[in-house]
């Protein structure tokens, strides 16, 4: 079910100026990793722009889910593409052009990074190369890699930019997603240097808001969950790593400006500098601001904490400057992006 804050999420997105969407009139669009957070808002999103502004797009959905293919199928019009994304997609579903190409598809589970390295490595890299060499076959326009800022490894500083770049343990198979990411960076460079692949590759930040599955495992759905049911959040960690962060409407705002204005070849860091703070930071803004302080905050270390796949400790902020050159501006701070995300939750457990 779409929630009235997901909807007016969706509205803001097709109603946004810096958009050009005539500029998709007629356009074929292929979303991979559709059945996730950002690629079924994607999906939404282009949905209903091609309906308010007349576009006649032509949109296909790919992914693994079925269950949740069938019902972004239903509710968005587009057609569902089933299948493994490290296999070539059937010629046959496809149309035989294809103008923009948003690759979301990836393993993003931290648990996963760390019981199936393999995985997660193959799914990307594989699934990235399929996706390029469709792009060079169908002639694209523009393709947009979703990429991660877990590209940038540990860095000793306080803003990271496009440029930057910090070293990553090969030895722990949680890097398998990091070092994937950066491998498919390489490849959407060395496509649009060979091939001349409009590609460019967007750093999203952790990306969350309304649409956000309720049984996310990640930490700010923990926090959430908590504010919820009114019990004290449980850090299991110290909480001293800093967290980039970017709401999901903001971020669908910024991949369209990347696909319609970016710079082929290039990386583009996708975050709100706003909300950049501590993990344990974050939770005292939930328990304080959003809670108004009737939760406490509870550091609880647990014994398994190497087999959760936690990120390292990071300590900088992304810099957006070549993001808001393309006139994108970030909209929603944290405060905000919790209470949208809990009343997106709330309206669809009634």
């Known amino acids: 079910m779409i929630s009235d804050v997901f909807q007016e999420d969706i509205e803001e997105i097709i109603s946004s100026p810096e958009i050009r969407w005539d500029d998709m009139k007629d356009a074929s669009v292929l979303v991979t990793g559709a059945t996730g957070l950002i690629g079924s808002a994607l999906v939404y999103a282009l949905s209903s722009a091609s309906a308010k502004h007349w576009l006649r797009m032509n949109i296909r959905a790919h992914g693994r889910n079925i269950v949740k293919g069938a019902a972004l199928a239903k509710d968005c019009g587009a ?4 299948s493994d994304i490290r296999e070539p ?66 860095l ?41 692949v409009p590609v460019k590759s967007a750093r999203l930040a952790q990306t969350f808001g309304a649409g956000t599955p309720n049984d996310d495992t990640r930490v700010f759905a923990q926090f959430a969950r908590s504010a919820i049911s009114g019990t004290n959040i449980e850090l299991y960690t110290e909480g001293k790593s800093k967290g980039n962060y970017c709401y999901t409407s903001d971020t669908i705002r910024a991949l369209m400006a990347i696909a319609l204005k970016g710079k082929d070849g290039e990386a583009y860091n996708v975050a709100n500098p706003k909300t950049s703070m501590t993990i344990r930071d974050m939770a005292n803004l939930v328990a304080c601001e959003v ?57 669809n457990s009634k």
């Not at 060499?133 to 590209?151: G, I, N, Q, Y």
């Not at 904490?305 to 929603?332: C, E, H, T």
Request: charged fraction near 25%.
């Open 79 to 82: 057609a569902f593409i089933s």
């Open 89 to 154: 997609i059937s010629k046959q579903a496809l149309p035989t052009k294809i103008d923009y190409i948003f690759h979301c598809a990836s393993i993003t589970k931290s648990a996963e990074m760390v019981a199936k390295p393999v995985d997660v490595i193959t799914t990307a890299v594989n699934g990235t190369s399929n996706i390029l060499e469709l792009a060079v076959e169908r002639h694209c326009k523009s393709v947009v890699f979703l990429s991660s800022m877990e590209v940038y490894g540990q």
């Open 156 to 196: 000793d500083k306080e803003e990271v930019t496009e440029s930057d770049l910090g070293a990553l343990d090969l030895t722990d198979s949680r890097s398998s997603y990091p070092e994937s990411k950066r491998l498919c960076e390489a490849l959407c460079t060395a496509y649009a240097a060979q091939y001349k």
């Open 291 to 347: 809670c108004g302080g009737r939760i406490e905050v509870v550091v609880k270390i647990p014994e398994d904490i190497a087999k959760r796949g936690y990120a390292p400790d990071a300590g900088y902020s992304l810099n957006v400057d070549k993001l808001k050159a393309l006139g994108w501006i970030p909209q929603y701070g944290l405060s905000d992006m919790y209470r949208r995300t809990i009343a997106d939750w709330l309206q």
